[in-house]
């Protein structure tokens, strides 16, 4: 069956837009492999990244078919003008996992690129737009991406809603302090492992606001590597069962020699843990591993309990702390009433949204935690954005530094109530 967002029209307001700048935006075909690797051909220039190799590309256009795959072409370029895009974006419909565990569709972007040829001129203006006004016409509630820089996306109404932390572990200083684990750990490859690994990822992706669910390429990335990863050939994974024999973890990880061969480093891809035995018995794996030096992890929480475990709290210092998962709200009241609450009351918001998707006042009762949501007319007790109220739609503890900033104003420690989780949303991975 064919996803409704796939057949979905081009965005008439973008068309314009890029045709009065002499351009011309297209949805691409993606069973035409010849159009189809043109416009991964530009993707990868976006990102500065290798000339794709023929089997490259093939892998890439099987996983990538079904995303909603938009180009923009410079028909006057001589030669290549009318096949290879100077601009790119795809998109689809992700679940993504909000506070208390239940999903919301999401708008899922990425490839936004525009060649450096044509940039600054309007270009992603008129794609993100389109992206925004087709996931508005469709009913998606949220649209979310991961970014390459943070100064971007605020002016499209998105917001930093998840901050992730990256780690180094001097594993010659720390001694494993996390008690007994248990299960068994063992050696696996990728192809025998994956229909096991996609269902210890589902589980981990429904269990924390801010994860996605993951496509087969989202998911085989952080299994093993794809074709052209840097390191291939020097990936491990390795799989955690617990003593019943349930799969409930992996790790995925890349060791890097060093000068010294008693010093290597381990670069971990993907710690995947449905359960606390998992996590532990990862962890402790990983940093008793012989001949290594320093394990690196990206993109854990911020509430990571790594420090914990470990002997020296300071033999694991946090090595990086950013912004994550933008979210961008485009339907208030069904984003506001997919998540749940951890305490009942009754505000008025008053979102602005220069775009004009979520737009208005609106009072949020949530009662048992969970909430009703209804357009009205009364005083608003809180006034923000609609970049602030992404930031804090997956319970991110940003509402009283959004007040400080002047960003969110009225009953910021009401809203902050309301709002704010106890575990902080979290996405492990980028799309
Ligand atoms: C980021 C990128 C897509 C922007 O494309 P572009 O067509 O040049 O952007 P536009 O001309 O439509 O700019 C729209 C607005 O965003 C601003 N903007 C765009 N890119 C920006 C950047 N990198 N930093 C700061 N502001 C930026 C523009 O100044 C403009 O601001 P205005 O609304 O005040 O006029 C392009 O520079 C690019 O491909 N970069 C490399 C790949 C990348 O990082 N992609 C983003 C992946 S998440």
Same mark, same amino acid.
């Given at each position: 069956?064919?996803?409704?967002?796939?057949?979905?029209?081009?965005?008439?307001?973008?068309?314009?837009?890029?045709?009065?700048?002499?351009?011309?935006?297209?949805?691409?075909?993606?069973?035409?492999?010849?159009?189809?690797?043109?416009?991964?051909?530009?993707?990868?220039?976006?990102?500065?990244?290798?000339?794709?190799?023929?089997?490259?590309?093939?892998?890439?256009?099987?996983?990538?078919?079904?995303?909603?795959?938009?180009?923009?072409?410079?028909?006057?370029?001589?030669?290549?003008?009318?096949?290879?895009?100077?601009?790119?974006?795809?998109?689809?419909?992700?679940?993504?996992?909000?506070?208390?565990?239940?999903?919301?569709?999401?708008?899922?972007?990425?490839?936004?690129?525009?060649?450096?040829?044509?940039?600054?001129?309007?270009?992603?203006?008129?794609?993100?737009?389109?992206?925004?006004?087709?996931?508005?016409?469709?009913?998606?509630?949220?649209?979310?991406?991961?970014?390459?820089?943070?100064?971007?996306?605020?002016?499209?109404?998105?917001?930093?809603?998840?901050?992730?932390?990256?780690?180094?572990?001097?594993?010659?200083?720390?001694?494993?302090?996390?008690?007994?684990?248990?299960?068994?750990?063992?050696?696996?490859?990728?192809?025998?492992?994956?229909?096991?690994?996609?269902?210890?990822?589902?589980?981990?992706?429904?269990?924390?606001?801010?994860?996605?669910?993951?496509?087969?390429?989202?998911?085989?990335?952080?299994?093993?590597?794809?074709?052209?990863?840097?390191?291939?050939?020097?990936?491990?994974?390795?799989?955690?069962?617990?003593?019943?024999?349930?799969?409930?973890?992996?790790?995925?990880?890349?060791?890097?020699?060093?000068?010294?061969?008693?010093?290597?480093?381990?670069?971990?891809?993907?710690?995947?843990?449905?359960?606390?035995?998992?996590?532990? !018995?990862?962890?402790?794996? %990983?940093?008793?591993? /012989?001949?290594? *030096? $320093? &394990?690196?992890?990206?993109?854990?929480?911020? =509430?990571?309990?790594?420090?914990?475990?470990?002997?020296?709290?300071?033999?694991?210092?946090?090595?990086?702390?950013?912004?994550?998962?933008?979210?961008?709200?485009?339907?208030?009241?069904?984003?506001?009433?997919?998540?749940?609450?951890?305490?009942?009351?009754?505000?008025?918001?008053?979102?602005?949204?220069?775009?004009?998707?979520? !737009?208005?006042?609106?009072? %949020?009762?949530?009662? /048992?935690?969970? *909430? $009703? &949501?209804?357009?009205?007319?009364?005083?608003? =007790?809180?006034?923000?954005?609609?970049?602030?109220?992404?930031?804090?739609?997956?319970?991110?503890?940003?509402?009283?530094?959004?007040?400080?900033?002047?960003?969110?104003?009225?009953?910021?420690?009401?809203?902050?109530?309301?709002?704010?989780?106890?575990?902080?949303?979290?996405?492990?991975?980028?799309?």
């Amino acid at each position: 069956m064919t996803e409704p967002y796939l057949t979905q029209p081009i965005d008439e307001q973008s068309a314009r837009a890029v045709s009065d700048a002499g351009l011309r935006l297209a949805i691409v075909d993606t069973s035409d492999d010849a159009a189809f690797d043109e416009w991964i051909r530009a993707d990868f220039r976006g990102f500065h990244s290798e000339h794709p190799k023929p089997e490259l590309l093939a892998e890439a256009r099987g996983y990538l078919r079904d995303r909603r795959t938009t180009a923009v072409y410079d028909d006057a370029i001589p030669d290549a003008g009318r096949t290879s895009p100077v601009g790119t974006v795809n998109s689809w419909i992700a679940p993504l996992t909000v506070p208390a565990g239940a999903t919301v569709d999401s708008w899922a972007i990425s490839s936004v690129t525009v060649a450096p040829t044509h940039r600054r001129r309007g270009v992603a203006r008129a794609l993100l737009g389109g992206e925004l006004r087709t996931a508005k016409a469709l009913g998606v509630p949220v649209a979310v991406l991961t970014v390459s820089e943070s100064v971007i996306y605020g002016r499209w109404g998105f917001g930093p809603a998840t901050s992730a932390t990256g780690w180094r572990v001097d594993t010659k200083r720390v001694r494993w302090a996390g008690g007994e684990t248990t299960g068994r750990l063992s050696f696996t490859q990728p192809d025998a492992y994956r229909q096991t690994a996609y269902d210890v990822l589902n589980r981990v992706m429904a269990g924390r606001a801010g994860e996605i669910a993951l496509s087969p390429y989202l998911a085989d990335r952080l299994i093993g590597p794809l074709t052209g990863t840097p390191d291939a050939d020097k990936y491990r994974l390795v799989r955690y069962d617990s003593p019943s024999g349930e799969p409930e973890g992996f790790v995925s990880y890349v060791v890097k020699d060093g000068d010294d061969f008693v010093r290597h480093t381990v670069e971990v891809t993907y710690l995947a843990a449905a359960t606390e035995a998992a996590y532990t !018995a990862i962890w402790r794996y %990983l940093l008793e591993l /012989d001949l290594v *030096a $320093e &394990v690196s992890i990206g993109v854990r929480g911020v =509430d990571e309990p790594l420090p914990y475990l470990v002997s020296d709290v300071r033999g694991a210092r946090v090595a990086s702390v950013e912004d994550h998962l933008w979210v961008r709200i485009l339907d208030v009241p069904a984003a506001l009433t997919a998540r749940r609450y951890e305490r009942d009351g009754s505000l008025v918001l008053e979102v602005s949204d220069d775009l004009g998707f979520a !737009a208005g006042r609106y009072r %949020l009762s949530v009662s /048992d935690g969970s *909430a $009703e &949501v209804t357009a009205t007319t009364d005083a608003p =007790d809180v006034s923000l954005s609609v970049s602030a109220l992404g930031s804090v739609y997956l319970g991110q503890d940003a509402a009283r530094g959004l007040a400080v900033a002047g960003k969110l104003t009225g009953d910021a420690p009401a809203f902050d109530a309301l709002f704010r989780t106890s575990q902080p949303p979290l996405l492990s991975t980028w799309f």
